[in-house]
Nanobody, 124 residues
């Protein structure tokens, strides 16, 4: 059974930074990729970034300047460094894992396992 657990959410003032972490446990059978998504109240879930085992990453255009994805393959952990946060960044942030071909995707439907989410609140 694969488990995905996010941590590091919280409340931060506009202009501040947060680092989210995601720990993946259990057995992955194939090549994997991991991703961050977020969902604000009343809005659809949106892709932030994804990363493959070889370190290849992709970003949605809105996030590349302020957010950075990274991973620790040995610990099977995923990170999201978020800088210069704005009130519009307030959302639930989700970590997702694909256990198939290891090619990262910006589509939420591609991912097999999801965490419960970490709330990020940016106060102005």
């Amino acid at each position: 059974q694969v488990q995905v657990v996010e941590s590091g959410g919280g409340t931060v003032q506009a202009g501040g930074s947060l680092r989210l972490s995601c720990a993946v446990s259990g057995t992955l059978r194939y090549q994997y990729s991991m991703a961050w998504f977020r969902q604000a109240p009343g809005r659809e879930r949106e892709s932030i970034s994804c990363i493959q085992e070889d370190g290849t990453s992709r970003y949605a255009s809105d996030f590349k300047a302020r957010f950075a994805i990274s991973q620790d393959n040995a610990r099977r952990s995923l990170y999201l460094q978020m800088n210069n946060l704005k009130s519009d960044d307030t959302a639930m942030y989700y970590c997702a894992v694909d256990d198939s071909d290891g090619i990262c995707s910006t589509s939420a439907q591609y991912y097999d396992y999801w965490g419960q989410g970490a709330q990020v609140t940016v106060s102005s």
